[in-house]
């Protein structure tokens, strides 16, 4: 009896050490496959603003802030007062200083840094 049911616990566990990769790479590739995969066609671009509203009622709906960009302006607002609180008086004195002043060597290399890009972006400035 003892040896049979060791044979169905190897075969069982066979046959899971089998079937689970090979039902992962399935699912990958029938998932890579689908509308969103390589072959996908471009997705319309729809214009950001309408044209025109049906209703004055959906006209001020889209101009009201939705409760997400309340709450992000909210906390921005809350950032900045933190800022201010922490603010030391050399960071001020820092921010109000001379800005920062770089050699002609520096500004040499910032040049030829331009360059390069304005090359490898094929511009003519």
Do not use: C, K
Request: net charge negative; charged share 20%; no cysteine.
């Amino acid at each position: 009896m003892s040896g049979s049911t060791n044979r169905w616990t190897v075969t069982v566990g066979m046959l899971v050490m089998l079937l689970v990769p090979t039902s992962i790479v399935f699912g990958v590739l029938v998932g890579a496959s689908g509308p969103d995969g390589p072959d996908a066609p471009p997705a319309a671009v729809l214009p950001a603003v309408p044209e025109r509203y049906d209703s004055e009622d959906e006209a001020r709906a889209n101009q009201e802030p939705t409760l997400e960009t309340s709450r992000r302006l909210d906390s921005h607002q809350v950032m900045l007062e933190q800022m201010r609180v922490n603010a030391t008086p050399q960071m001020i004195q820092s921010m109000n200083g001379a800005p920062l002043a770089h050699s002609p060597a520096e500004l040499a290399e910032l040049e030829r840094h331009a360059a390069d890009i304005d090359r490898m972006l094929a511009r003519n400035p």
